[in-house]
């Protein structure tokens, strides 16, 4: 019964990279750079339109949220789709990253 949880988020996680990895290739990027911790934020933070150096505002405390609901915001708008979706993608990112990476969305470029 212990091993339930785990293997839930290990299934959580695994669809959430391979949906990184898809949002990667419809953006141009190498999907395998969604596998890599850090430059798989600085790759989001590109195909969303924002500045590598994002990623030290999301180091910081309470700044990091205002940041993130921006970003997610960005990258819903970057692959045509609405400002509901993009707060959908900040709370539900286990449910929409797989929308957006499987789904018919096309990436449009950055905002």
Not at 96 to 107: E, K, Q, T, V
């Amino acid at each position: 019964m212990d091993a339930l949880p785990l293997i839930l988020m290990v299934a959580i996680l695994i669809v959430v990279v391979g949906s990184l990895w898809r949002i990667f290739d419809k953006a141009g990027r190498a999907g395998v750079l969604s596998i890599i911790p850090i430059v798989n934020t600085i790759v989001l933070l590109g195909i969303a339109g924002k500045p590598w150096w994002w990623f030290i505002l999301l180091l910081i405390p309470v700044v990091n949220f205002i940041v993130l609901i921006v970003v997610m915001f960005s990258l819903a708008k970057a692959f045509g789709q609405s400002d509901s979706f993009g707060c959908l993608l900040l709370l539900f990112p286990f449910i929409f990253f797989p929308i957006l990476g499987w789904g018919s969305a096309r990436y449009q470029g950055a905002p």
